[in-house]
């Protein structure tokens, strides 16, 4: 079983910047994807970003490409996002997760209890 915690959300003006971290009690090491997800109020949760055990490859939804950076530390087995020229429209409830096996979109196993951020224009 792999518990995630995320941490690091919070208010920010239009253009700043944040980082998120997702710590994971598990081993997860190189043998999970992870990624990052957001909920906006009324709105669908999205796929934002991920990236495979290794680290070598990453995916961005579209919105977000030339902003935001998502990278890990297997050894801590944490995952960051790095957020920059934040926007009010990336206001959202982030979730970190994990899933067994290579990258993807969809379909993750584990999740943890999200953390906000907001921007303010």
């Known amino acids: 079983q792999v518990q995630l915690v995320e941490s690091g959300g919070g208010l920010v003006q239009a253009g700043g910047s944040l980082r998120l971290s997702c710590a994971a009690n598990?081993?997860?090491?190189?043998?999970?994807?992870m990624a990052w997800f957001r909920q906006a109020p009324g709105k669908e949760r999205e796929f934002v970003a991920a990236?495979?055990?290794?680290?070598?490859?990453?995916n961005y939804v579209n919105s977000v490409k030339g902003r935001f950076t998502i990278s890990r530390d297997n050894a801590k087995n944490t995952v960051f996002l790095q957020m920059n020229s934040l926007k009010p429209e990336d206001t959202a409830v982030y979730y970190c997760?994990?899933?067994?096996?290579?990258?993807?979109?969809?379909?993750?196993?584990?999740w943890g209890q999200g953390t906000q951020v907001t921007v303010s224009s």
């Open positions: 997760a994990a899933k067994y096996g290579v990258l993807s979109y969809t379909a993750y196993d584990y």
């Open positions: 598990g081993r997860t090491g190189s043998t999970y994807a």
């Open positions: 990236i495979s055990g290794s680290g070598k490859t990453t």
